[in-house]
């Protein structure tokens, strides 16, 4: 009988530039006797970790408190949040995380070792791509098999096979004197998966090691003349309506992502590891234990050693009006904001007028977190706040908020349907106690008569007080 690659793995063997698209009939030998199998299979799963970090972005910055759904045809519930095992965009995110783990499984199982023009840096991509599909199987979902209609594995064990996975693909490249920054990339993911573990001696002892390497910068790339398109970038700016309207107290980090000529010809890349995680992974190890003045210390040298140095530019958002359709209050100048109700200071500088002229883009990273801030922490808890405070303001727009809020989505109703491994338990979301409900995370009142907009919830806060749940701070007990 013969054996065909299925569709949905072909349609992940286009190329950026220059490649036709390939028979979807065509069979297994057929495809492995191309001379160009491995470049076009490597090119392919490139474009599938893009297509997939767009699901992760658009699905987890909704369900998050950075970002709210003021128009577009993405999900309307995510924002509550709402997240059903029966909800498209659940089995959306789900088939494109396990796409990228298939195309990497069948590319070291049968396209590397059958072309003798493979190299060891083929083998090391793909074992990362494999590992990063694990890394968000365990970050992002309750469970999922790691198979085709096989067992259901843990959050645990998907975790525990991206370390295996990242172990191999650094292995490959350990004395390759042009891959250092996959190098380092790669064990920076191994210190975040030990994170997500809540292994905190491995976590700092991964983290530390690549500390010098303040510029260290892994991003995924996008190519719009290929219909391989930025969908964060579509709803933040290239759109010509307003979609997604992030947190007021977050608006001066939008947009993340953006184009001066055309969106065609400028399609940003998104980020999927950075050194600001390796500070940030190191300063929790520190605060979690009690060791304050090194966790200060290190929260520090993340502002001048790493973000201060990360590239900013200036863009006309002049057509930026907040006006999607779904909420209509959203300030258009720049107003003082509080965190929330307690809040008895007016912060300035969170919300920008966008008509006064350019304004500031955090290309990377951006904070308005200072030394001062910083150094008045005196407990562990105002720490542990201005560090999440960090995590939320420098990964916004890169899909990490979610985890660090504690939501995993279920297991789809596809792979219920299909599989009988999955059990009811895994069908559930996960939505810790503590997180407002009824849009509560991105809700904000608006003084206008003042120029004064207050959250509803400081989420941030909100973590601190229950630093103790089981879904959060990996690294307290």
């Known amino acids: ?123 090391s991509e793909a074992y990362f791509s494999k590992g990063y599909a694990h890394l968000l199987s365990g970050e992002l979902f309750v469970a999922l098999p790691a198979s085709n209609v096989g067992p259901v594995l843990t959050s645990k064990e998907h975790l525990q096979i991206a370390i295996s996975q990242f172990d191999k693909a650094i292995t490959l490249i350990s004395n390759d004197a042009k891959r250092t920054t996959e190098k380092a990339a790669y064990t920076l993911l191994k210190a975040r998966a030990f994170y997500a573990l809540g292994d905190a001696a491995n976590a700092a002892r991964f983290a530390a090691s690549i500390q010098g390497n303040t510029q260290l910068l892994l991003q995924v790339r996008y190519d719009a ?19 997604f309207a992030p947190l007021p107290r977050l608006d001066f980090l939008d947009p993340k992502y953006y184009h001066i000529v055309t969106s065609k010809t400028e399609q940003k890349p998104v980020t999927i590891v950075k050194a600001e995680e390796a500070f940030l992974i190191l300063a929790e190890t520190q605060i979690a234990a009690s060791n304050l003045e090194a966790g200060r210390n290190t929260l520090k040298q993340l502002l001048s050693d790493v973000v201060r140095n990360r590239p900013v530019v200036f863009v006309d958002d002049r057509k930026e009006t907040r006006n999607g359709g779904n909420r209509k209050d959203y300030p258009l100048t720049a107003v003082k904001v509080k965190f929330d109700a307690s809040d008895n200071t007016l912060h300035e500088n969170y919300v920008l007028d966008r008509k006064a002229g350019n304004i500031k883009v955090y290309t990377i990273s951006g904070t308005l977190v200072t030394d001062s801030d910083i150094n ?31 939501i995993k989505f279920p297991v789809s109703q596809t792979e219920q349907l299909n599989n009988p491994n999955v059990k009811p338990e895994h069908i559930k979301a996960q939505i810790p106690a503590f997180i407002p409900l009824d849009r509560g995370m991105d809700d904000f009142t608006y003084d206008r008569a003042n120029g004064v907009v207050t959250m509803k919830y400081d989420m941030n806060a909100v973590l601190v007080k229950n630093k103790h749940a089981k879904e959060i701070f990996p690294f307290i007990q």
């Open 225 to 243: 003349e290929n219909e391989i398109v930025n969908d964060m970038q579509t709803y933040l700016f290239s759109s010509n309506n307003n979609e």
């Open 1 to 123: 009988m013969k054996k065909y690659i299925s569709a949905a793995i072909i349609s992940g063997m286009l190329a950026f530039s220059g490649c036709s698209v390939l028979d979807p009939n065509v069979t297994e030998p057929v495809f492995l006797e191309n001379t160009n199998a491995t470049q076009s299979w490597v090119v392919g799963m490139r474009r599938q970790l893009a297509l997939t970090m767009n699901q992760v972005i658009v699905s987890t910055e909704l369900v998050s408190d950075n970002y709210y759904n003021n128009r577009t045809l993405s999900s309307k519930v995510f924002d509550i949040p709402q997240i059903d095992y029966f909800d498209l965009d659940v089995n959306n995110l789900q088939a494109n995380v396990h796409r990228l783990r298939e195309m990497a499984d069948f590319g070291l199982l049968k396209v590397l070792p059958s072309d003798i023009t493979s190299t060891a840096a083929d083998s």
């Open 376 to 406: 008045a922490a005196i407990t562990q808890d105002q720490l542990l706040y201005l560090l999440y405070r960090l995590r939320q303001e420098i990964f916004i727009a890169e899909g990490r908020r979610m985890t660090d809020l504690g």
